[in-house]
């Protein structure tokens, strides 16, 4: 994938002067807010925890793909972003990439 962080930071600036969303971590809040609560919902266990953050992060790319084809978020951000939030499935204990 030929990658331009330029164009990143050009779309960052110009969603951050718009009041548009302007970093993973903001989008990652906004999905974390609207979106796992129903996720959580439907596929969690009550009294448990929920720590499927794969389905969290699929759930992710979803909705992104969604905010893009809305027009709410540019393609370059759902390409280069990923989910950071607070499900997401590298953010618990015991995680290895090996």
Not at 46 to 68: P, Q
Not at 72 to 93: C, D, I, M, N
Request: hydrophobic residues 40%; negative net charge.
């Amino acid at each position: 994938m030929n990658q331009c962080p330029e164009l990143l930071v050009i779309i960052e600036d110009y969603a951050e002067s718009h009041n548009l969303i302007a970093s993973e971590a903001e989008l990652s809040a906004w999905f974390d807010a609207e979106i796992m609560p129903g996720i959580i919902e439907v596929h969690g266990k009550v009294g448990e925890e929920f720590k499927d953050g794969i389905r969290a992060t699929v759930a992710f790319r979803d909705w992104t793909d969604t905010l893009v084809r809305d027009g709410f978020l540019y393609g370059e951000q759902a390409r280069v972003y990923t989910y950071v939030g607070k499900w997401a499935w590298h953010s618990f204990p015991g995680f290895s990439r090996h």
